[in-house]
Structure formats: C-alpha cells, structure tokens
Nanobody, 126 residues
Framework: QVQLVESGGGSVQAGGSLRLSCTAS??????????MGWFRQAPGKEREGVARIYVENGRTWYDDSVKGRFTISQDSAKNTLFLQMNSLKAEDSAMYYC?????????????????WGQGTQVTVSS
C-alpha cells in the first residue's frame, strides 16, 4: 500500500516562496499510468485541486488561482512529487495534501483519489 508523506510547509510573508515535497513509499509513482496532485483545504472550505500531473508524460493542470505562480513536478528517481510555490498570497494559506491515483491520462476529481498524505500546513501572512 502506498504511503505519501508531505513536507516543506511553513509560515512565510506574502510574496515569499515555499517548496513542498511528497515522497511515496511502498509504491513506485512511475509504475502505472498515475496522476498525482496537490490539493489544499482551508478551514471551513472544501478540499480543492491546486495542481496535477500525469506522471507518464508530465502533462500538468493548474487551478486558475495559482497559474504562473506554482509549478508541479516529479522526480521518479526520488519517487517524489514537488510543488514550487512563488509569489505566495494570504489566500494560499491552507493545509496542502498530495494524492495519487491510476488515471490513464484523465485527471480524476478530488473525491476519486483514495491515497492521501497527512498534509503540510502553509501559512502566508499579509
């Protein structure tokens, strides 16, 4: 069974940067036609997709709110997913989660993901 562990969260001022990591164990992220993604959930709000990647060919998807500021990437050799977050805003504050699901190239909806990490907190002060 895959285990996902996020890290890299923290507290930064608006305009700052953070790099989140999600390391998988018990599973090779490049072994199947997997989609991986970063999602966030702020208090009182639903979990939402931030960025997604189709591991097989690197195709990506970003929410409009983060386009041009966030970059998702993966390193198969390290079995790790990354999220580079630049120009952070207060509204980016949330718990950030990574997830993985075999998708055959079609990005799944949030509710379809079954394997999640425990999350890493990002707090941006204005």
């Amino acid at each position: 069974q895959v285990q996902l562990v996020e890290s890299g969260g923290g507290s930064v001022q608006a305009g700052g940067s953070l790099r989140l990591s999600c390391t998988a164990s018990g599973y090779t992220i490049s072994s199947n036609r997997n989609c991986m993604g970063w999602f966030r959930q702020a208090p009182g709000k639903e979990r939402e997709g931030v960025a997604r990647i189709y591991v097989e060919n690197g195709r990506t998807w970003y929410d409009d709110s983060v386009k041009g500021r966030f970059t998702i990437s993966q390193d198969s050799a390290k079995n790790t997913l990354f999220l580079q977050m630049n120009s952070l805003k207060a509204e980016d504050s949330a718990m950030y989660y990574c997830a993985i699901l075999r998708c055959d190239g079609v990005f799944p909806a949030v509710i379809q993901y079954r394997d999640w990490g425990q999350g890493t907190q990002v707090t941006v002060s204005s």
